[in-house]
T-cell receptor, first 117, second 111 residues
Framework: AQKVTQAQTEISVVEKEDVTLDCVYETRDTTYYLFWYKQPPSGELVFLIRRNSFDEQNEISGRYSWNFQKSTSSFNFTITASQVVDSAVYFCALSEATETSGSRLTFGEGTQLTVNP | DSGVTQTPKHLITATGQRVTLRCSPRSGDLSVYWYQQSLDQGLQFLIQYYNGEERAKGNILERFSAQQFPDLHSELNLSSLELGDSALYFC??????????FGPGTRLTVL
């Protein structure tokens, strides 16, 4: 069965600090997808990124960057120069997209990030 | 705005009652997913529909049921409600192997 672990329950930083959110996953499939979602205090789930298991290239989008390492089954998320608006719960998720499981997402427990001014 | 709409935004009801949550997917998306977010269980997959057919089932209680209509909107029916059913219910839509875009959620409170 697939599993996603976000070991950091809460992280608190001061504005402009860099912060890395860890995500470790378990799956038996060779084809899978990894996601990060942001849930701000308003409650909606905002899609940030999707990665497929064959693409280990790291990605940067503005202040956000993602490091995918298949060898350690990790998909970590770094925010550079954090801002107060980054305060939210961040979820890492895994999708295996099989015939029997459909393409359901298995979520980690989330990391509450608080950025203080 | 993800393009996925959910109604109602908030729902307050009593134990033993039945409610229906509605979801309209993004234009063109054939897959609809339902998730439940509660404090003790986290974000859990309930069920997926693809073009009107049930595609996958997660930890969905027998008291809960869902369907997807020919116009692709979906409804999640929750019956014999218990206090523990209080949660945020999300609908998502998307392509099978691609991003799942989430609606704003329906917050259900069972008193």
């Amino acid at each position: 069965a697939q599993k996603v672990t976000q070991a950091q329950t809460e992280i608190s930083v001061v504005e402009k600090e860099d912060v890395t959110l860890d995500c470790v996953y378990e799956t038996r499939d060779t084809t899978y997808y990894l996601f990060w979602y942001k849930q701000p205090p308003s409650g909606e789930l905002v899609f940030l990124i999707r990665r497929n298991s064959f693409d280990e290239q790291n990605e940067i989008s503005g202040r956000y960057s993602w490091n995918f390492q298949k060898s350690t089954s990790s998909f970590n998320f770094t925010i550079t120069a954090s801002q107060v608006v980054d305060s939210a719960v961040y979820f890492c998720a895994l999708s295996e997209a099989t015939e029997t499981s459909g393409s359901r997402l298995t979520f980690g427990e989330g990391t509450q990030l608080t950025v203080n001014p | 705005d993800s393009g996925v709409t959910q109604t109602p935004k908030h729902l307050i009801t009593a134990t033993g009652q039945r409610v229906t949550l509605r979801c309209s997917p993004r234009s063109g998306d054939l897959s609809v997913y339902w998730y439940q977010q509660s404090l003790d269980q986290g974000l859990q997959f309930l069920i997926q529909y693809y073009n009107g057919e049930e595609r996958a089932k997660g930890n969905i209680l027998e008291r809960f049921s869902a369907q997807q209509f020919p116009d692709l909107h979906s409804e999640l029916n929750l019956s014999s409600l218990e206090l523990g059913d209080s949660a945020l219910y999300f609908c998502a839509s998307g392509e099978q192997d691609y991003e799942q875009f989430f609606g704003p959620g329906t917050r259900l409170t069972v008193l």
